[in-house]
T-cell receptor
Framework: GAGVSQTPSNKVTEKGKYVELRCDPI?????LYWYRQSLGQGPEFLIY????????DSGLPNDRFFAVRPEGSVSTLKIQRTERGDSAVYLC?????????????FGNGTRLTVT | DQQVKQNSPSLSVQEGRISILNCDYT??????FLWYKKYPAEGPTFLIS?????DKNEDGRFTVFLNKSAKHLSLHIVPSQPGDSAVYFC???????????FGSGTRLSIRP
């Protein structure tokens, strides 16, 4: 079946611009996560949703970052006034439920480059 | 602060031999541990996990060992195969908070 889909796969934007990154989770998965991975580092937690609500947004670096999941399926990560330090691969993952028996399934990521 | 640490950025192992990847953690509240494997330009894929109530979990060529007193876990791959060449991430979570914390990864290279 279809895995987690992230669009676009690559995004180049100028400093100060606004960007939106989209994630289509696996159908039926209730939990959705956003991570960010910089070169040579592991995925860094940003936020996760259980259904439509953000259950934990403690990883969002500042108020320029915002994510929504209005219908409990597709999610959009929004970054305002982008900075060069925002350049990274943004990974989305979904899981059937929360908990030990429900591992995360990751998409291939969106590579964001801020020039 | 880095709660999950993988101190070896890279490891090279001969095909057919055992690969041992190590991971340390600092948060004693972690009660569930995972290993993910990542190929270039792809997202991480789940490999194997272990609950803190166990000290070993085995799945085919992959075995994860957990030493809670030392806050250490390891992934053993035997025998190592060329397709095992990838970056391996150790990760941890605790039941009251579903977010998963990842280490910085170890790049495993299997040489012929």
């Amino acid at each position: 079946g279809a895995g987690v889909s992230q669009t676009p796969s690559n995004k180049v934007t100028e400093k100060g611009k606004y960007v939106e990154l989209r994630c289509d989770p696996i159908s039926g998965h209730t939990a959705l996560y956003w991570y960010r991975q910089s070169l040579g580092q592991g995925p860094e937690f940003l936020i996760y949703f259980q259904g439509t609500g953000a259950a934990d947004d403690s990883g969002l670096p500042n108020d320029r970052f915002f994510a929504v999941r209005p219908e409990g399926s597709v999610s959009t990560l929004k970054i305002q006034r982008t900075e060069r330090g925002d350049s990274a691969v943004y990974l989305c993952a979904s899981s059937l439920t929360l908990g030990e028996d429900s591992p995360l399934h990751f998409g291939n990521g969106t590579r964001l480059t801020v020039t | 602060d880095q709660q999950v640490k993988q101190n070896s950025p890279s490891l090279s192992v001969q095909e057919g031999r055992i690969s041992i990847l190590n991971c340390d953690y600092t948060n004693s509240m972690f009660d569930y541990f995972l290993w993910y494997k990542k190929y270039p330009a792809e997202g991480p894929t789940f490999l194997i996990s272990i609950s803190s109530i166990k000290d070993k979990n085995e799945d085919g060529r992959f075995t994860v060992f957990l030493n809670k007193s030392a806050k250490h876990l390891s992934l053993h791959i035997v025998p190592s195969q060329p397709g095992d060449s990838a970056v391996y991430f150790c990760a941890a979570s605790y039941s009251s908070a579903s977010k998963i914390i990842f280490g910085s990864g170890t790049r495993l290279s299997i040489r012929p």
